[in-house]
């Protein structure tokens, strides 16, 4: 079966080291929402007359926010149809509480949830100082806005968003990405992806 694995949880939980890992055993195409509309929302965002940096505006959230989900979920399609196993990395919170959304993936690249693996890991960090000394060390400008605006800012490191799709509860993972990435944390992953017995990560 194909592989589609949903990396979510607030910034600088690690979701993207996570699935950078696991993408270093299993093969497969790599979408980040930050990757695949950042340059384009920053473009919006200066042109309109806010921080290039700030997803937190209503203006973003109106007009950029589900244009970013929506093309990373095309290009999701294309590669599922291509036969490829896909990560897509981003929270994914409004995604995630719509039922029909992951029906309507799988469907648009011409296949049947019998052929694709759908599976969501949810990063998450012990705590708040944790997270904000992840984001300061990938050292990203587009982060400075979050640093500027830190008190407003701030997410539950824990939070675990609803997840109301059609999958069983077998293919939710709560990761707990504290501390050192270690090779048999990789390895329990791989074996939640790959459908082997999982042991607690």
């Known amino acids: 079966m194909q592989k ?3 990396f979510v949880g607030v910034a600088g939980t ?5 699935a950078r890992k696991l993408s270093e055993r299993i093969p497969a195409a790599f979408l980040d929402r930050d990757t695949v509309g950042g ?11 806010f921080d290039k940096n700030d997803r937190d505006s209503d203006f973003y959230k109106q007009n950029l926010r589900d244009l970013e989900y929506d093309t990373t979920k095309d290009i999701c399609i294309e ?7 896909v990560f897509m990395i981003s929270p994914f919170t409004a995604e995630l509480k719509n039922k029909a959304w992951i029906e309507e993936v799988v469907a648009a690249a011409g296949l049947t949830k019998a052929q ?3 599976k969501v890991v949810v990063v998450t960090l012990e705590n708040i100082e944790l997270q904000k000394n992840r984001i300061i060390g990938r050292q990203t400008e587009r982060d400075q806005w ?3 605006n830190w008190s407003h800012f701030e997410k539950r490191v824990a939070f675990v968003p609803e997840i109301n799709w059609d999958i069983p509860q077998s293919s939710i ?7 050192e990435m270690t090779a048999e944390k990789v390895e329990k992953l791989q074996q939640f992806v790959e459908d082997r017995a999982v042991a607690t990560v």
């Open 39 to 49: 340059r384009f929302v920053e473009a919006m965002l200066e042109r309109s007359g």
């Open 4 to 6: 589609l694995v949903f």
């Open 116 to 118: 694709v693996d759908v």
């Open 14 to 18: 690690g979701k993207t080291t996570v």
């Open 173 to 179: 993972l709560v990761f707990d990405n504290s501390g």
């Open 79 to 85: 590669n599922l149809a291509a036969g490829q196993n």
């Open 146 to 148: 979050k640093l500027d």
